[in-house]
């Protein structure tokens, strides 16, 4: 396979973010970008438009996307092969457990959050994630991802619910 032929068959893994486009998703991949200066690497994000006929991937999904053969059209580039994590239900790729939060450097996994219920006593302020609903419950009450969006130009003092800012 030659190098042009292996450039057109990766994937990237990149977040979804509210689209306007139809039939499309907003995909944003972080990239580490070299600065020749430092010698340090820097985050940088790149936006792709995934082709996305059947509306599998909402705002906050992961997503694994790859490039189509020719364009769609000028922005629409990629196609999304899969969700690979909901939002809100990440799995480590290394151990297959479930992360509970990620914060300070420190992943907490919910098998952890459950041995320490045991030793100390199940809590009232704890979510239970067994009980907890799927996505999508909130569809019309809180959850508005499903709507069709529009870009917000101004700000005319009426409510504009369904609105991604520029």
Same mark, same amino acid.
């Given at each position: 396979?030659?190098?042009?032929?292996?450039?057109?068959?990766? /994937? /990237?893994?990149?977040?979804?973010?509210?689209?306007?486009? *139809?039939?499309?998703?907003?995909?944003?991949? &972080?990239?580490?970008?070299? %600065?020749?200066? /430092?010698?340090?690497? =820097?985050? &940088?994000?790149?936006?792709?438009?995934?082709? +996305?006929?059947?509306?599998?991937?909402? $705002?906050?999904?992961?997503?694994?996307? *790859?490039?189509?053969?020719?364009?769609?059209? $000028?922005?629409?580039?990629? *196609?999304?092969?899969?969700?690979?994590?909901?939002? #809100?239900?990440?799995?480590?790729?290394?151990?297959?457990? &479930?992360?509970?939060?990620?914060?300070?450097?420190?992943?907490?996994?919910?098998? %952890?959050?459950?041995?320490?219920?045991?030793?100390? #006593?199940?809590?009232?302020?704890?979510?239970?994630? +067994?009980?907890?609903?799927?996505?999508?419950? *909130?569809? %019309?009450?809180? +959850? =508005?991802?499903?709507?069709?969006?529009?870009? &917000?130009?101004?700000?005319? #003092?009426?409510?504009?619910?369904?609105?991604?800012?520029?």
């Amino acid at each position: 396979m030659s190098l042009v032929g292996a450039a057109k068959s990766l /994937l /990237l893994l990149g977040r979804c973010a509210p689209s306007v486009k *139809q039939n499309a998703s907003k995909i944003i991949v &972080k990239k580490l970008e070299l %600065d020749q200066n /430092l010698l340090m690497y =820097f985050p &940088k994000n790149e936006v792709y438009y995934a082709h +996305d006929p059947e509306n599998q991937c909402k $705002t906050g999904d992961v997503v694994l996307i *790859q490039e189509l053969s020719e364009k769609l059209t $000028t922005h629409i580039t990629h *196609q999304v092969l899969k969700v690979v994590y909901p939002l #809100g239900d990440v799995t480590d790729p290394i151990t297959n457990k &479930k992360v509970a939060a990620l914060g300070n450097g420190s992943v907490t996994y919910r098998g %952890d959050l459950e041995e320490i219920d045991n030793l100390y #006593g199940l809590t009232e302020k704890r979510f239970n994630y +067994d009980n907890a609903p799927k996505r999508g419950w *909130q569809e %019309d009450k809180k +959850d =508005f991802s499903h709507k069709k969006s529009y870009i &917000k130009y101004h700000e005319s #003092g009426e409510e504009q619910p369904y609105s991604v800012p520029r």
